[in-house]
Every structure is written in structure tokens, then in C-alpha cells.
């Protein structure tokens, strides 16, 4: 029986939905629109939640004759403040057009500022009554309510705010909208406080109300993994243990902590990336052929994929720390946490058997078996690769074997490439939180994380996370701007990764 080896790898150096019931695509919703962010004055808000919303402003998805954006949080400052605070965000510092510039300015004048506590009652009634008085000024359609509730917060203030917002904030019209609630990764730490945390939030809203965001979910060649593959007859007969040997899917950055030390060290790159955003890829590249593109549908069989993830072997988990890690002030001396990760994942189901650096990319790397009976042995290079690059530069690449060009009967690699720089030009990629926050406006959460993904994702890494937690399992140090720890590249290759 043929196996197939997935790795994951993260490196670093440093009430009821709606009183109108509607499915994705149905006619758009007009009527009054209240995005609230709260922890505006934090660093997702300023670096990709307000980005996001004037983007899609700029496109036309947020007309000022229905929307307004509150942002909420406990620092006092004015509305003015805010605004001056997002300004250099939102347009390029230098080189911003005049027409950039100008929306700039009717955007900015869209959002008003709350402030107030996570836990008490005054901020949210005060932001009750702001978003009231909008609505009564901004209504087409009269009585209509569409509030999202956006949580750019740290996950331990999750239970308060939704209970605050489900007390105070609900949409209150008879006509007609809907409130949503849009929480951030990582959610929960662990199996345990995982389902407590949904628990307890489910005992406010329905799930349909909840939108668990998973940015990486988002982004245009993680979209592009279903169509690749379920509307390419050629990929459909080699999709599987027979035909491929491996699976890589891998994250680096070039950066460390950048100011989130205090975070991360909480979190470490297991719960930052790989349970959440690498796990979601492996879904999607993992999956069999959803009954139709439904999000029940396609999360049904994310779900298969995830409760078919065997148990993690400790000798199949290279774990490291960069050098300098512990130097950040808000990271403890004695911190245990990874900044790097190689894990093996092997998926037991018919279809299968069987994670400082020197770069910033995220990809998947699929790596063909050996061609049997191969006559170009003596020549031949490498295995053919199926390489799909998220980021930075997205491209579709396929590595094959061809004949050298020339009078000589030679075999050498070379690629199909499909790269988007150069087949889309000027087209716009938009950032993955712009397409997810205007999903949410549309009601569609085929992109986001249902109860059962997360609890059979935390499922799979708890045990692992537990054992780090307790400092049974250490991890390795590394040179910041290297390729991470040198077992990790050897457990690759034991896995049957073969460089191309
Ligand atoms: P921040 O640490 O910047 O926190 C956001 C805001 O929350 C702060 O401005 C602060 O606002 C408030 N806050 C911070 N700590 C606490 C606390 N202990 N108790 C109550 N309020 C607090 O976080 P980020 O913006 O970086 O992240 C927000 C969420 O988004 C997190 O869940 C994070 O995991 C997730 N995320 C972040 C990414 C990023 O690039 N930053 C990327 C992907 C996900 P104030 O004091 O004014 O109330
Ligand atoms: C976030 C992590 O979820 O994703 C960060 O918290 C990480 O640590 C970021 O840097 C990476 O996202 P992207 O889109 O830049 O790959």
C-alpha cells in the first residue's frame, strides 16, 4: 500500500441569523450597514481590517449612503485621532493619487469613534445608541438593520464582548438585517478552551451568526485550489496515494516577532500558523469533490479530512527557537515556545495513506512519485512538482522532465508556469480580508471555519501543544536568517522529500 507524507512547516527568524432569509447571490441588501471594529486601536485594525474596508469602499461595496464604520476600543482618543492614526495605513505615504487622496478624506469621515471597556455596559450602549442614530439617518429601506461586528481582540475577551453585544448591540428592527460576529484566530489554545470558547459564544449566537476568519482562507491561490482541482480532468486521476509521494505545504517569514512578542510567545507558530492557516490549506488540497460549492458542502468534507489526520509521532515533529528570540523584553528568558515547526501529518483514508529564515513564502508543494520503469534515469533531475505559490508573487508551477534542447537525447527539468504578474497583468489581487469581510456582508460563510473544523483541527495538535506547553518536548535554537533547524530539512528527506 502506497503512502503519501504531508509536512507542515511554519518558519520564523524573528438570536437567529437574519429576519430575511438569504442565501449568497440573492439579490443584494440595501438599508443602513454598521461595521463595527472593535480593538480599533490596535494593530490588526490599523493594518488590515480598515485597509480592507476603504478598499472595499473605493470599489463601491460600502456606499456612504448606507454604511458606517464605528470603531471601538478602551483607549481614549477622538474620532480624529483614529482617523489620523489609519491616514498613513490606507494610502501610500508617498505616491498616493489625488483621487486616492480624495476618497481618502470621505472615507475617513465614515467612521466614528466609540470608547469604552470589553466588560461593562455603558461603552456598548453608548455604541448601541450611535449606531441607532445612524441607522435612523442613513435608512433607504425603513426599519432595516444590517450590524457586523467585527472583534480585532484578543481572544480572552471574546466571552464579554459577544455577551455585550448580544445585551445591547442586536439588530432590534422587525423589518428586516441581520448582526454578525466576526472573531479572529487563534481561537482558543487548546482543544479544551477551544470548545469552552465556542460554547460559550454559542450560547449567544447561532452558528450561521458566527464568522470564524481565517485570513489564509481568504487569499486568491487558496480560492484557487478547489477549481484547480475539481475542474481539471487531468488532475482528477492523479490526485492520490498511487501518484503522489509527498505533500509540503510551507510558511517562512524573514521577520521575528515585530512588536508581537508578548503574543506569540502566548501562542507560539503551531497555534499562530500551522493549526489554523496551514491546516485550512491541507483541507482544501486534501478534500474529495464537495457535492457543490454549498459552504456546508465544502465544509463537510474539510471536516472528513481533518478527523482522518492520524495521531502526530514525536519523531516526526522537528521543532526551533532563532537565536535572540528570548532578547525581546515581552518574551520570558527561559521561553520554551517554536518559532519553527516541521510536522508530518499522514491522512488515513482511501484517497491518501498515509511544516530568522532566509525567505518570506508561503507554498504547496506537490511531488509526484518516480516514474516507474524510467528510462532517463542516468539524466533526470528531479520528480515532477505541482507547486502552488501563495505569496509573495503568486503562480501556478508545474515541474517536468523534457528533452534538452539540442542534438543531444537528453532529460532536463523545466517548468510550465502560470505565474500572475505576468498572465493577469493589471489585474488586482485583492487582499484576503477584503474578499472575507465582504462575505460576511453577503452572508457567505464558505470561507470561514465551522465548530466541528476547528475542534478537529485543535483535535489533531493538543496532544503535541500540551507536551511543548509542559516542556517535555524543546525545541531546537537556529540561526536567524537561516533555513531553520538542519533535522528538519533530514526529516523531510526520510519522509521521501527529494529536492527538485
Ligand atoms: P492587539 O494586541 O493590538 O490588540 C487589539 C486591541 O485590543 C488593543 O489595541 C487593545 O485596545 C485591546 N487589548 C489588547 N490586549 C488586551 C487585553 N489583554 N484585554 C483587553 N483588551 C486588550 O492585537 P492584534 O490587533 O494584533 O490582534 C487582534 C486579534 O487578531 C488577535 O486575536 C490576533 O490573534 C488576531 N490576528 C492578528 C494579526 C496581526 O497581524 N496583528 C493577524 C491575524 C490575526 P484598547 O486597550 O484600546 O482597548
Ligand atoms: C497571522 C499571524 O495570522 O498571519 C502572524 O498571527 C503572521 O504571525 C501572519 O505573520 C502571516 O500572514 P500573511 O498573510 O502575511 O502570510
Known sequence: MGTSEWHIERRAS??????IAREPGNVPESGSLSIVVLGASGDLAKKKTFPALFHLYRQGFLPPDEVHIFGYARTKISDDELRDRLRGYLVPEKGASAQQLEDLEKFLKLIKYVCGSYDSEDGFRLLDKEISEHEYLKNSV???SRRLFYL????????????????????K???GGWTRVVVEKPFGRDLQSAEELSTEIGKLFEEPQIYRIDHYLGKELVQNLLVLRFANRFFLPLWNRDNIDNVQIVFREDFGTEGRGGYFDQYGIIRDIIQNHLLQ??????????????????????VKVLESVLPIRDDEVVLGQYEGYTDDPTVPDESNTPTFATVILRIHNERWEGKALNSRKAEIRVQFKDVPGDIFKCQKQGRNEFVIRLQPSEAIYMKLTVKQPGLEMSAVQSELDLSYGQRYQGVT?????????????RGDQQHFVRRDELKASWQIFTPLLHRIDDGDFKPILYKPGSRGPREADQLLEQAGYVQT
Open 152 to 171: 480585532a481582540l484578543p481572544p480572552s475577551v471574546y466571552p464579554s464582548v459577544c455577551k455585550m453585544i448580544k445585551t445591547c448591540c442586536m439588530n
Open 14 to 19: 524573528f438570536g437567529s441569523e437574519s429576519t
Open 429 to 441: 489581487i485583492p487582499e484576503a480580508y477584503e474578499r472575507l469581510i465582504l462575505d460576511t456582508i
Open 281 to 302: 490549506v491541507l483541507c482544501l488540497v486534501a478534500m474529495e469533490k464537495p457535492v457543490s460549492l454549498k459552504p456546508e458542502h465544502i465544509r463537510d468534507e474539510k
Open 142 to 144: 425603513e426599519g432595516l
Open 173 to 175: 428592527s422587525d423589518l
